[in-house]
């Protein structure tokens, strides 16, 4: 199975600031990564698929970027719902599997 | 619109099987577009890909589980099915619903259920 490595596993954030989420993959993906955020309680929502392509109705302030190894989620300016845990994810080959989360929790 | 909905028991005892139904409005299960699939998350082990199935005919699933797993869909009622046997306290997990988007060779999980606990106990 592809591992991925999420790296922070959480941090803390004011409003308004520019947020840098990593992922690693175990082998090569090539852009085979999609991006999803989570609120408790709530089933996991797509952002970004295929790297770096925005799901339909997402805000523009989210970004992705990367291929091969090593992928970044950015949140150029974080707005008050935007606090929740992001889980990067491969399709490359299955098991499709998930990154261990990073919560991103107001500072 | 969209909208998938799980269903069934909340509690299932140790080493009985675990049974889940998702039923899916607005698009059907045997598109040749999609994949519809099973995600779980337990505190222990994160988000997990159980299995999926495509356009009613095949399916697969997560190795880890593939010997106790079985993915079924009814066409009729537009509704597929979750069946894990041999369950322990390590399969108490949310189990999501979800539709896979097929975008060449590659995929993306657009649309999930709300999720349903189950936990397994005596």
């Known amino acids: 199975d592809i591992q991925m490595t999420q790296s922070p596993s959480s941090l803390s954030a004011s409003v308004g600031v520019r947020v840098t989420i990593t992922c690693r993959a175990s082998q090569s993906i090539s852009s085979y990564l999609n991006w999803y955020l989570q609120k408790p309680g709530k089933a996991p929502k797509l952002l970004i698929y295929a790297a770096s392509s925005l799901q339909s109705g997402v805000p523009s302030r989210f970004s992705g970027s990367g291929s091969g190894t090593d992928f970044t989620l950015t949140i150029s300016s974080l707005h008050p719902e935007d606090f929740a845990t992001y889980y990067c994810?491969?399709?490359?080959?299955?098991?499709?599997?998930f990154g261990q989360g990073t919560k991103v929790e107001i500072k | 619109q969209l909208h998938l909905q799980e269903s069934g028991p909340g509690l299932v005892k140790p080493s009985e099987t675990l049974s889940l139904t998702c039923t899916v409005s607005g698009a059907p299960i045997t598109s040749k577009a999609y994949y519809w699939g099973w995600i779980r998350q337990s505190p222990g082990k994160g988000l997990e890909w159980v299995g999926s199935?495509?356009?009613?005919?095949?399916?697969y699933s997560n190795p880890s589980l593939q010997s106790r797993v079985t993915v079924s869909t009814d066409t009729s009622k537009n509704q597929f099915s979750l069946k894990l046997t041999s369950v322990t306290a390590a399969d108490t997990a949310v189990y999501f619903c979800a539709r896979d988007d097929l975008m060449g060779s590659s995929s993306r999980l657009d649309y999930w259920g709300q999720g349903t606990l189950v936990t397994v106990s005596s």
């Open positions: 994810q491969q399709s490359y080959s299955s098991p499709w599997t």
């Open positions: 199935f495509y356009h009613s005919v095949s399916t």
